[in-house]
């Protein structure tokens, strides 16, 4: 084989009109991207389904000087680039249909060796996607798991944050370069993850957010990880095209069940319709990934700060708390199910608040918070 670098490398992915398909085709048909530019021009023409305008900008020569400022610029912004066939490029990514030949991150590479749950939904989230987002990534990050999501807004933001106050790791893969601020609301979002977690894609630096990038970037979700958890989805969602790319490679699919006349929740009912499995807490995302090496809990995780808050609680705490849902009730049907008195059902409930565990709303509703 040739002998190639990383400037060749990216030189190569830097040819117009090529892209990861055709990118692969070239090296399986010539060993490495070195050799791809010492190919012939009849060569190069007689590698199938090569578009002719990436077939004529090899014969013009390879952009090895645009490749070079490109690696200056990732090297001064700390940004590492993986290749294909590496052994640091993440093996369960490499090993879907159409893998990303070069994979650009900013933060902890080894986040993407780990196991890992993507975590997708509604970017215009009702309040209970985003706290069972926030919720069970949180939980799930405290079991050792990884937080694969696209850093849009809504659930995707929900379960990063969830990762974040939990202590957990996160990856957000992003449909443009790791430069651009895209969305500009959660860019603060994302300079935590690159802190704690990973900023990742496959778009070279200063590449815009289009439209077209991100079902390619859903993809590399749904590639990095064992499974997908679609918390909140309508019936036409980018999440479900992650859930479909999941299912294709063989990986679990999970859907939280919603309010059966929302249509946010109508593309997960129909993801359990198809097959999709059900979950009603973390135990149900576990029992079908795992195993893998056991990892406590950061202190302070909500897990761990529900289980201190109920076991000091009163057993009329108890029986209240059972009583409450994600969804708000009135204060009248929690009295009328406790049958405990207006003033003690009162009572219990301000114990619930001050433990953390429910929220006071407007109008004397409340609701539980995990």
């Not at 059966?260 to 059900?278: F, M, N, P, Q």
Request: charged share 20%; net charge neutral; hydrophobic share 45%.
């Amino acid at each position: 084989m040739t002998e190639t670098t990383d400037r060749d490398w990216l030189a190569l992915s830097l040819v117009p009109g090529l892209g990861p398909a055709g990118f692969r085709r070239l090296l399986d048909t010539f060993g490495s991207p070195a050799g791809v530019f010492g190919a012939s021009a009849k060569e190069l023409r007689q590698v199938p389904g090569l578009r002719p305008e990436a077939a004529a900008a090899l014969v013009a020569g390879p952009p090895r000087r645009e490749a070079e400022a490109e690696m200056a610029s990732l090297a001064r912004l700390g940004i590492r680039m993986l290749r294909f066939g590496s052994e640091d490029y993440p093996a369960r990514l490499a090993a879907i249909y159409n893998p990303p030949m070069l994979l650009f991150v900013n933060g902890s590479t080894a986040l993407l060796h780990r196991p890992a749950l993507a975590v997708v939904g509604s970017r215009a989230a009702t309040s209970y996607g985003l706290k069972i987002a926030h919720d069970l990534s949180a939980r799930l990050a405290g079991q050792g798991l990884v937080i694969v999501s696209g850093l849009a807004l809504g659930i995707d933001a929900a379960a990063h944050r969830g990762v974040l106050e939990a202590g957990g790791g996160t990856v957000a893969v992003l449909g443009c370069g790791l430069d651009v601020r895209y969305p500009k609301a959660n860019w603060r979002l994302a300079e935590k993850i690159e802190s704690q977690g990973a900023l990742v894609s496959e778009y070279r630096l200063a590449t815009p957010p289009d439209a077209f990038r991100f079902p390619a970037r859903n993809r590399i979700i749904s590639g990095l990880c064992r499974g997908v958890l679609v918390v909140e989805a309508a019936q036409r969602s980018g999440s479900l095209i992650t859930a479909r790319l999941a299912l294709e490679e063989g990986r679990e699919v999970f859907a939280i069940p919603g309010r059966v006349d929302s249509a946010k929740s109508a593309g997960t009912h129909r993801l359990l319709r198809e097959g999709a499995k059900l979950v009603s807490g973390i135990d149900d995302i576990l029992e079908e990934l795992g195993p893998w090496p056991e990892t406590t809990p950061p202190p302070g995780t909500p897990a761990a700060r529900g289980e201190e808050s109920t076991a000091a609680l009163s057993p009329e705490a108890r029986l209240v708390l059972g009583l409450l849902e994600v969804y708000p009730q009135p204060i009248d049907t929690i009295i009328n199910q406790a049958r405990l008195g207006a003033a003690k059902v009162n009572e219990v409930l301000l114990q619930l608040e001050l433990h953390g565990l429910i929220e006071a709303l407007p109008g004397q509703r409340y609701r539980a918070l995990s």
